[in-house]
T-cell receptor
Framework: DVKVTQSSRYLVKRTGEKVFLECVQD?????MFWYRQDPGLGLRLIYF???????EKGDIPEGYSVSREKKERFSLILESASTNQTSMYLC???????????????FGPGTRLTVL | AQKITQTQPGMFVQEKEAVTLDCTYD???????LFWYKQPSSGEMIFLIY??????QNATEGRYSLNFQKARKSANLVISASQLGDSAMYFC???????????FGTGTRLLVSP
C-alpha cells in the first residue's frame, strides 16, 4: 500500500514565524502535491513537483514556497506565517505510470495548522 | 477552464439504502479522468474510484459505482447498501490526461443513519 506521511497532525504557530510542513512518500512516486483545504472551498493546489528539484505553482502559491531535494520528500514552507494561512494542509503523491489510473493521487493524513 | 460542481452540500441516507452523490464537470479536453475521494472525520483523503473519459463501461469498485454520462458531463457516485462507516465528506475531482493536476469540487457531506 502507498504510504504518505506528514510530519505533524496538528501545529500551532505565531504570526511571522517560518513554518515547515514535511511530507514523505514510500512508493517512489514522481509527483508530489501540496493542497490546502478550507470549508466550502474544497481542496486548492498550492504547489506540485514532478521531479526532484522541479516545482510548479498551483492555484494559490502566494505566501508559500516548496522544496524537493529528494524524491520521497516534499516540503511546504510558510516564510512568514499569517492568520489567513490557518487551514488543513494535505500532501499527496502520484505515479506517472502504472495500472488503473496514472493520475490517482494518494494522500497523507493532513496537518491542521493554526496561526495565532 | 476546468471546473467540478457538487451541488449537494449534505445528504442523508438510511443504513442499507443506496445513495447517489452528484458531480458535474466542465472541460474542453477530449481526454480526462474523473475521481472520487472519501474523507472521514480523521481527515485523510481515501481514493475510491476512477473513470477515464474513453472508458466504455462505468467503473465499479465493490459497493461504489460511477454513473458516467459523458454527454451530460456528469459523473455521479453511487454507493449501494450504505453503512454507518460511509458517513464522511465525498469529493469529486477532474484530471487532465498528460497533466497530473486534479481540480476538486467543494464536496458533499454524507450522513448514514441507523
Amino acid at each position: 500500500d502507498v504510504k504518505v506521511t506528514q510530519s505533524s497532525r496538528y501545529l500551532v504557530k505565531r504570526t511571522g514565524e517560518k513554518v515547515f510542513l514535511e511530507c514523505v512518500q514510500d512508493m517512489d512516486h514522481e509527483n508530489m502535491f501540496w493542497y490546502r483545504q478550507d470549508p466550502g472551498l474544497g481542496l486548492r493546489l498550492i504547489y506540485f513537483s514532478y521531479d526532484v528539484k522541479m516545482k510548479e505553482k498551483g492555484d494559490i502559491p502566494e505566501g508559500y514556497s516548496v522544496s524537493r531535494e529528494k524524491k520521497e520528500r516534499f516540503s511546504l514552507i510558510l516564510e512568514s506565517a499569517s492568520t489567513n494561512q490557518t487551514s488543513m494542509y494535505l500532501c499527496a503523491s502520484s505515479p506517472t505510470s502504472g495500472s488503473q489510473s496514472r493520475y490517482t493521487q494518494y494522500f497523507g493524513p493532513g496537518t491542521r495548522l493554526t496561526v495565532l | 477552464a476546468q471546473k467540478i460542481t457538487q451541488t449537494q452540500p449534505g445528504m442523508f441516507v438510511q443504513e442499507k439504502e443506496a445513495v447517489t452523490l452528484d458531480c458535474t464537470y466542465d472541460t474542453s479536453d477530449p481526454s480526462y479522468g474523473l475521481f472520487w475521494y472519501k474523507q472521514p472525520s480523521s481527515g485523510e483523503m481515501i481514493f475510491l474510484i476512477y473513470q477515464g473519459s474513453y472508458d466504455q463501461q462505468n467503473a465499479t469498485e465493490g459497493r461504489y459505482s460511477l454513473n458516467f454520462q459523458k454527454a451530460r458531463k456528469s459523473a455521479n457516485l453511487v454507493i449501494s447498501a450504505s453503512q454507518l462507516g460511509d458517513s464522511a465528506m465525498y469529493f469529486c475531482a477532474l484530471g487532465r490526461t498528460g497533466f497530473q493536476k486534479l481540480v476538486f469540487g467543494t464536496g458533499t457531506r454524507l450522513l448514514v443513519s441507523p
